[in-house]
């Protein structure tokens, strides 16, 4: 009598044993042994849901908003797409959608989570990890993967995840933790190029300059185009630098506060001695205003032994002209 010869049995490898990349990157696809941590779903007959999601009275007649669960102090429900979210290039897949439901006014929910589909046979599952994470707030409410699982695989038997009609979902939340919205700017930028941009002036005279005492003088301020402004001049020098330092503000106001203003400005030392042949002193700035915040100019815009031009009877006469470009508001 033969000897029997025993067939040997190979143990089943499943196609996801080893972790694969979804295409865009976002997304691991691997099995695990542990039961997801946050939430599960068992649906006792896939057809008799099918059914049930065709015949809703909503225009979108292809999905199932599951049982809201909390998670972070906040309220969240898988979405289950049983035949592919198409609008998503999902089709002829399961697609599966974490939704922020009540999303906390102006606040972000930065978030990590997977996705799982549950093999029956195995007692293991098919973890989707997502590896970037993900911004829930008032205008996007929902993430998730179009592309779960094709639904072939899924409704392969021998893969364990469609069984007598019946299948697990879950989903697990690794962390979520709040952002304030960030502020949102526009900027409002001129039509036309700079050269052909209206300027507007502002003429400061300033009697007795030698007689000025203190360290630092202020102009009233002036209004150009609609935005209080100032000037600021150093008569005596800078920083115990032989030069008068100039500058111009940006004033806070409640039309400008927490704002920025590009201009270019010209600030110019009117000649006084030799009007008919002598050119007034000049600097050119392009900068940045923020309401409010520090000037700009110059430290040194004109020495102190180059005022006798400058100067009829011991008055100055400082002009500045603005050409507003771009104007950021917060």
């Known amino acids: 009598m033969g000897a029997t010869v025993k067939e040997?049995?190979?143990?089943?490898?499943?196609?996801?044993?080893?972790?694969?990349?979804?295409?865009?990157?976002?997304?691991?696809?691997i099995m695990r042994e542990r039961i997801p941590a946050t939430y599960m779903v068992k649906i006792e007959s896939l057809a008799s849901l099918k059914e049930a999601?065709?015949?809703?009275?909503?225009?979108?007649?292809?999905?199932?908003?599951?049982?809201h669960f909390k998670s972070g102090n906040y309220k969240w429900a898988l979405c289950l797409y049983p035949e592919g979210n198409k609008k998503d290039d999902g089709k002829d897949h399961i697609s599966l959608y974490l939704k922020l439901v009540k999303p906390p006014g102006n606040?972000?929910?930065?978030?990590?989570?997977?996705?799982?589909?549950?093999?029956?046979?195995?007692?293991?599952?098919?973890m989707i990890q997502g590896l970037k994470e993900k911004r829930f707030h008032a205008a996007k409410t929902e993430w998730g993967v179009s592309r779960v699982i094709s639904l072939d695989d899924f409704e392969d038997a021998s893969n364990g995840f469609l069984k007598d009609d019946s299948c697990v979902f879950g989903v697990e939340i690794v962390y979520a933790y709040v952002n304030v919205q960030p502020q949102v700017a526009v900027v409002h930028t001129t039509t036309t190029s700079t050269t052909h941009l209206k300027s507007y002036s502002f003429k400061w005279e300033i009697p007795k300059f030698s007689k000025l005492k203190l360290p630092s003088q202020y102009s009233p301020e002036f209004n150009i185009n609609g935005r209080s402004w100032k000037l600021k001049i150093y008569p005596n020098g800078e920083l115990s630098s032989r030069s008068i330092g100039l500058y111009l503000y940006l004033n806070s106001t409640s039309s400008t506060k927490g704002n920025k203003l590009l201009v270019e400005a010209e600030l110019r030392m009117k000649n006084q001695a030799k009007l008919s042949q002598g050119k007034d002193h000049k600097h050119t700035l392009g900068q940045w205003f923020v309401a409010g915040g520090s000037g700009r100019g110059y430290t040194n815009f004109i020495g102190l032994d180059n005022l006798e031009d400058f100067k009829w009877k011991d008055k100055i006469i400082i002009e500045v002209n603005v050409k507003e470009i771009a104007f950021v508001q917060m």
């Open 53 to 67: 999601i065709a015949a809703t009275n909503c225009n979108e007649k292809d999905h199932v908003e599951l049982n």
């Open 107 to 126: 606040k972000v929910i930065a978030t990590m989570f997977n996705f799982f589909i549950y093999d029956q046979l195995r007692d293991n599952y098919l």
């Open 8 to 29: 040997e049995v190979k143990p089943y490898i499943s196609k996801w044993s080893k972790a694969t990349m979804d295409q865009s990157g976002e997304y691991l696809r």
